[in-house]
């Protein structure tokens, strides 16, 4: 799962990854470049046996001539030991070999800190013949707090893989929540990546009442979330999809209990309108209570 996450966040937002993953390679030159992902599958065609697959390549132009053309190779590793530096040199010389250029850069992303090889050098004491090695993002080793406003869409998502105090875990599950919100208006990658952060998060159950009290009512940003959710079942008429975000509200508003079950099944026979009114209404809400008188009073059939 870690893989494809990443995989999928990187093709979502190339421009952003690179500027946060290779910042000391891109720096600021990136708004002008064109970037396009190297299918793997035509590597594979064309390399045949030699063809060792990695993450993501991505190739980065500048129709300006600016500057020459560079292949980013991103890897990404969940356990720092089953990091191969010989199977991503590999790569890059196949890569290089197929692409007729020197400009490689290989990165790679360590989810969890570990001792890995950091280059490889071939030769003898004499002389080196062979020297590799490439840019780090070590997520563990970023101090969470430091990238809390940030305006770069992946800094914000990846808050939770970060270094986070535990007094500030709420805090940062939140800033990546708002960040979110803020940086994406496309429905279907909201949804995405609010499972995301809600699965690298890994709230306790405590935590999660916690987040409730806290915020939950509190902070117009994560009410905007919900209401972008809901606008898209209005303009594509899926009653379905804001059946699903209601119900994700409610557990999330007061957790799992006994009785909540049999008003859980209620609610798909309202309409979508109705269905709309409480994602409303749910934040004015304190107790089981206040759900159930206000599912008595609504009586109309689904539409």
């Known amino acids: 799962m870690h893989d494809q996450n990443f995989k999928n966040l990187i093709l979502d937002y190339p421009r952003e990854a690179l500027a946060f993953f290779a910042q000391k390679e891109t720096g600021d030159d990136l708004k002008q470049a064109r970037i396009i992902l190297i299918r793997q599958e035509q590597l594979q065609a064309r390399l045949g046996e030699r063809f060792r697959e990695v993450d993501v390549p991505l190739l980065v132009e500048w129709s300006d001539g600016s500057r020459e053309a560079i292949i980013f ?3 990404e590793e969940i356990q720092a030991q089953r990091f191969s530096i010989h199977r991503l040199a590999h790569y890059c010389l196949d890569l290089a070999e197929l692409m007729e250029t020197e400009r490689i ?10 001792s890995r090889p950091e ?3 071939l030769g003898r004491d004499r002389q080196s013949y062979l020297v590799f090695s490439y840019l780090v993002c070590d997520l563990k080793r970023l101090t969470a707090s430091d990238y809390k ?3 770069n869409i992946i800094a914000r998502l990846n808050l939770p893989n970060m270094n986070v105090r535990k007094q500030e875990r709420l805090e940062m599950y939140l800033a990546a929540q708002r960040g979110l919100l803020q940086m994406e208006a496309n429905p279907n990658k909201l949804r995405k990546y609010i499972d995301s952060i809600d699965y690298y998060a890994d709230l306790s159950e405590q935590e999660i009442q916690d987040f409730r009290t806290r915020y939950l009512n509190e902070e117009g940003e994560i009410m905007g979330l919900a209401q972008l959710l809901r606008q898209e079942g209005r303009q594509e008429g ?3 999809e804001c059946l699903g975000l209601v119900l994700r509200l409610l557990r999330r508003k007061f957790g799992i209990q006994p009785d909540m079950e049999p008003l859980m099944a209620q609610l798909s026979e309202l309409p979508l309108e109705t269905l709309e009114e409480l994602t409303e209404a749910l934040f004015d809400w304190t107790h089981l209570s206040d759900f159930k008188a206000w599912l008595a009073k609504r009586h109309e059939p689904c539409q």
Do not use: A, M
């Open 73 to 75: 190779v991103i890897e």
């Open 149 to 151: 406003d940030s305006t």
């Open 119 to 121: 280059s490889l050098c």
């Open 105 to 114: 850069i290989p990165v790679v992303i360590f989810l969890n800190s570990g």
């Open 238 to 240: 899926r009653h379905e």
